[in-house]
Structures are given as structure tokens and as C-alpha cells.
DNA sequence: TCGGGATTAGTCAAGCTTGACTAATAGCCC
DNA sequence: GGGCTATTAGTCAAGCTTGACTAATCCCGA
């Protein structure tokens, strides 16, 4: 929640609630994240509070409906919202949401820190499933364990799965795919007009 | 969090919120799941509020500490726990933690049932991961999506990966493994003795 | 011109989660 | 036998999420 409205406030450089709550519902947020109405007001009001966003007062809508608060990331906040974006990138155990903001938001770094980042995240993974591996599969005969192994098969398998996928993104930004900060044009970060989300 | 507190108040038959608690952290749900005690006490709460648990007015303790409720599962309970389990294992948008805990009660479901429900599964992702495909890559070149296409790639990793275990775990319960609702000698749910916790 | 629907913008109560805290008794050590 | 700690059992405030609701203005058709 806060890696996306912080990232969507950015975008924006200056954003209030409404463009904030569009962006994500365009991004398809609100189907795979908990992106809506009510916790995207109150991440920009908590946010405001502990100084990551500035809330510029009451401006007069332009268009209709209720007067509105217009907000700004500060300093904290840019920082804030990197820390949350190298996290999400850098760790296994996020949920899968944060990953997918993470991944909409990864062309804000450079380059090769991203793929430092996603190298971190191979190793956390794999060793994570190593460690489930040996700890869930002492001496014992598997049988002894009955149906709870199957637990740690499905973590054992996402966690390879989700190591490829990695795997898979390294290699193509270490072929240049898209691009990234620092590099000149920046690409449009929302959809071409005229496509239908597919999330609905 | 509803399935797990409803499980683990099913195995004992009857139930204090401490017991709950205490089973919770040995599968080491505090870890994969939102079992932590304040969850763990309001889901008891409002679960008796909402007559799926039947709460057993404050026992003395038997051995230390403040005075304790019991809980029970209704009849409205044990529906409620089955149409859980069943969601969980059918679904193809559940959270990985209610999958888990769902694996976790599998051997509460006749074998006959929990295949219909795993390959109902199975189906469920392979068209979600197709639907995300079709979607996502309409007649224009990939590359002008930029990276947005790796939110799709993550997706359709996720959900062939996901449908690959499934696959895997029907087949081990088309071969017989583990010992089902309905077929005699019910086998320890718990970990054996002095065996370490993982997940820590 | 006026009334009703669409759009814009946001609020609110109820439920859920988190992390830190409280409180009661038992057992042990000196 | 008095105090310290571990265990047992649970509470609480603050934050987050959900779904339904409110409120102001614009626009279009009769």
C-alpha cells in the first residue's frame, strides 16, 4: 500500500486522492493488491502524519465534486519509498502483491542495481528452500511425516518457480530490456488508450 | 485465520483459546500465516458472536494463569469449516497462507472429494494463466507494453508453477497416499516429539 | 429550464492485524 | 518461607482493510 500510493503521488510529483485512487484502479490494483478507496485515504492521511507526504491544503476542484487535498512526496518520502522498493525486490518472503508493485515500479532504479537486487532475491530464495528442505526432511522416512510434507512441497516449489521467473528478468535487463532510471527517455508508464483491462 | 482457528478447535473437540494458540505456533503459523494472539482471541470472539463456535463460559485453569473459555464448533461451524477447506483448495485466488492451512486439514476431505476439488483447481489456473495471456498480449509487439509485460510473465509463471504441484499432489493421491476422512485409523496431526520448528 | 444520472471526491463503521502489555499461579532456589 | 522467574492466559490501542454510503458539481435530454 504504501510502496503504491507513494509510487503513484511520485509520478504524479503532485497528486490528490482521487488521481491517486484512478491510477491504481487503471493499473488494475485493486484487484490484486488492497488498493481500494478506503486504504488509499488512509495510507495518504497516515502518510501525511508521519511526514513522508505533504498535504497541501484544500485546493478547489477543477471539476466537479468536493474540494480536495493535494499531496506531495517530501525527502523522507522519496527515501521511504526506495527502502520499501529495494525491499520488496530484494526479499522472498513479501506478498505477491508487493513483488508486483515492486516489478511496476522497478524501472525507478538504475539498472544495475536492479539486477543486484534480483540477484539477492535468487540467493534469499534458494537458500530459503534449501533450508525448508533439510529442516522438514531430518532422517525420518518421509512417510512418518504423512500429508504435512505436502506443505513443504508447495513452498519448496513456489520458491523455485519464483526463482526462475527471477532468473528470467535478470537476464533480460542484463540484455537492456526497457528502460530504466538514468537513461534518458522516459516510457509512458500506463497503458495505450483503448486497451481494456483485463483485470475484472 | 477462520479456517485455522475452526481447525484446530475441530482436532480438540473442544477447545481454549490458549490450546489454539499453542498448536498454531507449533505448525508455525505465527510464521506463514496471521496467527499471532490478539488474531488468534478476536477470531475465537467473533466466531462465538457469529454462532460458528460455541463458547463454554470461564473454566477454572487447570494449571496456572488466569480463568480460560472453552470454545466448541457448532453445526453451523463444521459447515463453515468444510465450505473454507473446499473454497481454499478450489480456488485458483486464495493467499498462499489459506492454501497452506487448507493442505493442512486435506486429510478432513474424502479422498474422493479432495481430488474433485484439486483438479477443479487445476482448471481454475490454467485458464486464469490463459485468460492473463490473451489478455495482456493483444496483436501489438510485446515491447511496447515495456515492463508492465513482467507483471504478466510473473502471473502466468506463478499460476503454471502452482498448477504443477497441484498436479503433483493428485497424483500422489490417486496412488493412495496418506490416510483420508472415512478410512479408518486417523494418524497424528502433530509433528513427532522433539523434532525443531523451521520456521523460526 | 429543470431534473436526474454520471463523474468527482471522499467519509465511515465494522472488522482484522500487530506488537506490546497485564495478570494469575506454579515451581524453584536460597 | 520469601522472592524470582517461567508458564499460562489473555487484553488493548493503534493501525489497516472492506464495503457501503455521502456529497458536490456537471451535463444532457425533454
Do not use: C
Request: proline content about 5%; hydrophobic content about 40%; aromatic content about 8%.
Amino acid at each position: 500500500m504504501r510502496l503504491l500510493v507513494l509510487g503513484a503521488v511520485r509520478q504524479h510529483g503532485r497528486a490528490h486522492g482521487y488521481q491517486v485512487r484512478n491510477d491504481l484502479e487503471f493499473w488494475g490494483a485493486h484487484e490484486w493488491s488492497t488498493a481500494k478507496p478506503g486504504s488509499i485515504y488512509h495510507a495518504l492521511k497516515q502518510l501525511a502524519k508521519e511526514g513522508l507526504l505533504l498535504a497541501h491544503e484544500v485546493a478547489p476542484s477543477t471539476a466537479g465534486g468536493p474540494p480536495r487535498v493535494e499531496y506531495e512526496l517530501t525527502e523522507a518520502g522519496e527515501e521511504s519509498f526506495f527502502a520499501l522498493l529495494r525491499t520488496a525486490l530484494r526479499a522472498h518472503d513479501e506478498r505477491i502483491d508487493v513483488l508486483t508493485s515492486a516489478v511496476g515500479f522497478i524501472v525507478d532504479l538504475p539498472r544495475a542495481e536492479a539486477i543486484s537486487l534480483l540477484k539477492e532475491r535468487v540467493a534469499a530464495l534458494e537458500s530459503w528452500a534449501e533450508e525448508v528442505r533439510t529442516h522438514w526432511t531430518p532422517d525420518s522416512p518421509p512417510a512418518e511425516w504423512g500429508h504435512i510434507g505436502e506443505i513443504m512441497r508447495l513452498w519448496t516449489h513456489q520458491a523455485e518457480s519464483d526463482a526462475g521467473w527471477t532468473r528470467g528478468l535478470i537476464e533480460r535487463l542484463e540484455n537492456g530490456a526497457y528502460v530504466m532510471a538514468g537513461e534518458g527517455e522516459r516510457e509512458v508508464t500506463v497503458l495505450p488508450e483503448g486497451t481494456g483491462n483485463p483485470f475484472s
